[in-house]
């Protein structure tokens, strides 16, 4: 059994929300670390010492090309074999927001044909806004190691923060696949737990996904921000209700408690 | 020296959400003959080495996502 969890949040010029990410991995009991991509790419900083990757936030590059597109194409040229290892060894990986644009370019989500290929993208919101607001969303766990901390079919609210959100398969084998394999784990819906159009889907995705783990629940690529929500009074109803949690905290007790008992 | 002139638009099957809005905006200034708009980002190019297979190999490692992009290359 691991003692300490090291956590490896990767920056680039344009990445947010690396700070609040650190918080709640810290205040998880984890000793998270901020590592500039410049740090793997010379080598100075090495993925396999860590044991959880996460993805944050943001505007990587200015989002020039596309959200996500040029972190990506950089770790494609030379740290997707580290990180096709970091994967396959079961470590878990998460991005929120700009991390789940990233790892959809990366190809590591959905990567239902297990070739790392490009299987999906998350295109300009419907409706051709920046949405920022908390959303309803389901969650369906399956074997998604973040997401043991809930119930299954739990409704949550989560903050969102995006232009390009919307969640495109490259066609209908890949979201059968999502389906079928219980990969959509997080969705938009409507305040009674339904899905439902617009607003409550606030970017158009298909089949309403907020979230998809990979097949081996290892991997998680989510809009939503739960790194915000890691307190209750840093939601937006934090006067009402009780709880000392925020709804984003189980996704990093979650990936911790799978760490501490995995390694 | 090679000129590269690489066009990435969304895909017919990707709706294109601000063209919806250009659209709508030209219509709102009264141009009723306006049918469709669609958008695209144009990348202007200048090689000292390379052809227009280059400048495919762009499309595929950066410039594009295949599942809604499509990528023409020109010189």
Redesign the interface.
Known sequence: MKKDVEVAILTMEGTNNEEEAYQSFKHSGASPEMIHLKKLENGTKKLSSYDILFFPGGFSAGDY??AG??MA?RM??RLMKDLEEFVESGKPVMGSCNGFQTLV?LGLIPNVEEKYG????L??????RFEARTVYLKISKGHCLFLSEFEDGEIIKLPIAHSEGRF???DKKVLEKIVKNGMNVVSYVNQLGNPAGYPWNPN?SESNIAGVCNREGNVLGIMPHPERVFYKYTESDWTRGGGKGGMGNPFFRGALKYSIEKY | MVDLRITVTLKKTVEDSEGGSVLKTLKLLGYDGVKDVRTGKVYFITLTKGTKKTGREFCEKLLANPVINECAVDD
């Open positions: 090309v596309r597109a040029v194409a494609r040229s370019e490009l299987e999906a993208a295109a300009p919101n419907i409706s051709n495109v398969p490259k158009g």
